[in-house]
T-cell receptor, first 111, second 112 residues
Framework: KAGVTQTPRYLIKTRGQQVTLSCSPISGHRSVSWYQQTPGQGLQFLFE???????NKGNFPGRFSGRQFSNSRSEMNVSTLELGDSALYLCASSEQQNIQYFGAGTRLSVL | GQQLNQSPQSMFIQEGEDVSMNCTSS?????WLWYKQDPGEGPVLLIA?????ELTSNGRLTAQFGITRKDSFLNISASIPSDVGIYFC????????????FGTGTRLKVLA
């Protein structure tokens, strides 16, 4: 089976712009979770989607949003980008609420 | 956000040495996972633990689910240069809906 695929791998944006990141889960996995990873804060949970519904949410502002499509692919959107949003954004997929398998991540740099 | 306490934060070891790291929390978890992350890549699952007291091996790696369900340990035997990376623990909880909380990471550097 193919692993979790995240696109793009790298992004450079400027403050105030918005960005959309994409995640294709492992075939058959219906749960997709998003994490933000920074050197200072480690891995922080953003939200989890299951069958197109947000089932769990972390403590991030409303500028961070996501959605899941009927084929389980998920997108994450960040509006009005701030410098502090620079991070590695990781997507993980799982069957039900089981072990999470991660993609390689999208490295976002906000200038 | 919430994170688990992982120690040591970083360590330098000689090739061939054994390594131990641990993860502790004030909360009880139902699952413990251990991941390794290489620079610029996502975390890769090493070992999954499902029961208190469980001891599981994966090659030179051995991990244990603490009896209190509040901690977990990872040991690497006879380290090699490719063991370099950051090791993360993750505790899974079913409080509400299932969620994972990650440790702060242990950065391992192996000296050949």
């Amino acid at each position: 089976k193919a692993g979790v695929t995240q696109t793009p791998r790298y992004l450079i944006k400027t403050r105030g712009q918005q960005v959309t990141l994409s995640c294709s889960p492992i075939s058959g996995h219906r749960s997709v979770s998003w994490y933000q990873q920074t050197p200072g804060q480690g891995l922080q949970f953003l939200f989890e989607y299951f069958s197109e519904t947000q089932r769990n949410k972390g403590n991030f502002p409303g500028r961070f949003s996501g959605r899941q499509f009927s084929n389980s692919r998920s997108e994450m959107n960040v509006s009005t980008l701030e410098l502090g949003d620079s991070a590695l954004y990781l997507c993980a997929s799982s069957e039900q609420q089981n072990i999470q398998y991660f993609g390689a991540g999208t490295r976002l740099s906000v200038l | 956000g919430q994170q688990l306490n992982q120690s040591p934060q970083s360590m330098f070891i000689q090739e061939g040495e054994d390594v131990s790291m641990n993860c502790t929390s004030s909360s009880i978890f139902n699952t413990w996972l251990w991941y390794k992350q290489d620079p610029g890549e996502g975390p890769v699952l090493l070992i999954a633990l499902y029961k208190a007291g469980e001891l599981t091996s994966n090659g030179r790696l051995t991990a244990q689910f603490g009896i209190t369900r509040k901690d977990s340990f990872l040991n690497i035997s006879a380290s090699i240069p490719s063991d370099v990376g950051i090791y993360f623990c993750a505790g899974g909880t079913t409080s509400g809906t299932y969620k994972y909380i990650f440790g702060t990471g242990t950065r391992l550097k192996v000296l050949a």
